[in-house]
């Protein structure tokens, strides 16, 4: 049972370098969350998908683009990093409105 | 828009002391309201929840209740551990597809 998986779980990327990251859900939910969690400022909300097909942007969408082509898969890419991404980012899922999400173990990501 | 303000943290206790974690939130209509729990290394881990006023939940020795006339989710515990050494995170959802409103975190340091 594994749940939600992320990966990778560590990257150094250098300003510029683009990566994706790769959030996968075995629960068949429907709905799917990117966040990023910095010092201070608790879990911000980057995109969210409410089905396959479909994705929304978030409380800080700018420098991320995500896509949503597989139910079971949301993935969040940075076309052109930089520092001001540093971050730990978080994937979550959830069945319906209203249900708990389920959260990845996290992807630490520094930008020099 | 919606939003959620906890008690800053850190919190430090010792072992055995009582717990509380002040939430209020600002939202319009009935959210439910969740705590979350993200202990070292994890990502978040769902606590406990209440979906309607005076709606109480409770998992693992800890409690909220849902104040609407306070606007309050306060956490407690009357005797922690330090294995409760983590960050809390309050959470509100509002009604339809919203995505999860979350606090900063509130982190608590428990000593033996």
């Known amino acids: 049972n594994a749940g939600v998986t992320q990966t990778p779980k560590f990257r150094v990327l250098k300003t510029g370098q683009s990566m994706t990251l790769l959030c996968a859900q075995d629960m068949n939910h429907e709905y799917m969350y990117w966040y990023r969690q910095d010092p201070g400022m608790g879990l911000r909300l980057i995109h969210y998908?409410?089905?396959?097909?479909?994705?929304a942007k978030g409380e800080v969408p700018d420098g991320y683009n995500v896509s949503r082509l597989k139910k079971q898969n949301f993935l969040l890419g940075l076309e052109s990093a930089a520092p001001s991404q540093t971050s730990v980012y978080f994937c979550?899922?959830?069945?319906?409105?209203?249900?708990?999400?389920?959260f990845g173990d996290g992807t630490r990501l520094s930008i020099l | 828009g919606d939003s959620v303000t906890q008690m800053e943290g850190p919190v430090t206790l010792s072992e055995e002391a009582f717990l509380t974690i002040n939430c209020t939130y600002t939202?319009?209509?009935?959210?439910?309201l969740f705590w979350y729990v993200q202990y070292p290394g994890e990502g978040l881990q769902l606590l406990l929840k209440a979906t309607k006023a005076d709606d109480k939940g409770s998992n693992k020795g800890f409690e909220a209740t849902y104040r609407k006339e306070t606007t309050s989710f306060h956490l407690e515990k009357g005797s922690v551990q330090v294995s409760d050494s983590a960050v809390y995170f309050c959470a509100l959802r509002g009604p339809g597809n919203t995505p999860l409103v979350f606090g900063k975190g509130t982190r608590l340091s428990v000593i033996a």
């Open positions: 998908s409410v089905g396959e097909g479909t994705t």
């Open positions: 979550a899922s959830t069945e319906q409105v209203g249900q708990p999400q389920h």
């Open positions: 939202a319009t209509g009935y959210p439910s």
